[in-house]
T-cell receptor, first 112, second 116 residues
Framework: DGGITQSPKYLFRKEGQNVTLSCEQN?????MYWYRQDPGQGLRLIYY???????QKGDIAEGYSVSREKKESFPLTVTSAQKNPTAFYLC???????????FGPGTRLTVT | AQSVTQLGSHVSVSEGALVLLRCNYS??????LFWYVQYPNQGLQLLLK??????LVKGINGFEAEFKKSETSFHLTKPSAHMSDAAEYFC??????????????FGKGTLLTVNP
């Protein structure tokens, strides 16, 4: 079955540690996205990538970093510079920019 | 610039009643419009999409939405609510392909509660 996988489902870290969230897709989509979701705030775009080896900052990129070395993979690193990292993180992909996006199951990150 | 406003952060209906979730958008270019559903602790699932073809769009699980350009609206409806419809619903807008803005902009979501 084609789809998007995110791992792990739940992640716990101590403040000051960097953490990397995994996102893999086998849909052969060119574009991939990372969103952050907080209660009552909808989805906010962190980074997006339209093609391999290229990515752009979204609305809330500070404290985050990404890479896109392979078409199917778009890992997100939450760095210690992110002031409020505890959130639900969603990865998505689309066949091309502006088309419908398909979402992974999400990773809930808790930093204490 | 584009934006989405979902009227009502929380809608409550009885089982069997009409579901109406409101979405208004603004876009400087012809838009694509989407409705997504999210169950607790899960990702978003695409319910339906408008891509400049028919203005009345049918989606999964009996939902449909009508694109009204004059009202800049894309409201989501379902004739008869089922308990399994309880979830959070998100409306989203993007420029139609070819535009320079590649972002999908989401509304803040509407939580639908279905009462037995």
């Amino acid at each position: 079955d084609g789809g998007i996988t995110q791992s792990p489902k739940y992640l716990f870290r101590k403040e000051g540690q960097n953490v990397t969230l995994s996102c893999e897709q086998n849909l052969n989509h060119d574009a991939m996205y990372w969103y952050r979701q907080d209660p009552g705030q909808g989805l906010r775009l962190i980074y997006y990538s339209q093609i391999v080896n290229d990515f752009q900052k979204g609305d809330i990129a500070e404290g985050y970093s990404v890479s896109r070395e392979k078409k199917e993979s778009f890992p997100l690193t939450v760095t210690s510079a992110q002031k409020n990292p505890t959130a639900f993180y969603l990865c998505a992909s689309s066949i091309a920019p502006n088309y419908e996006q398909y979402f992974g199951p999400g990773t809930r990150l808790t930093v204490t | 610039a584009q934006s989405v406003t979902q009227l009502g952060s929380h809608v409550s209906v009885s089982e069997g009643a009409l579901v109406l979730l409101r979405c208004n958008y603004s876009s400087s270019v012809p838009p694509y419009l989407f409705w997504y559903v999210q169950y607790p602790n899960q990702g978003l699932q695409l319910l339906l999409k408008y891509t400049s073809a028919a203005t009345l769009v049918k989606g999964i699980n009996g939902f449909e939405a009508e694109f009204k350009k004059s009202e800049t609206s894309f409201h989501l409806t379902k004739p008869s609510a089922h308990m399994s419809d309880a979830a959070e619903y998100f409306c989203a807008v993007s420029p139609s392909p070819g535009g320079s803005n590649y972002k999908l902009t989401f509304g803040k979501g509407t939580l639908l509660t279905v009462n037995p």
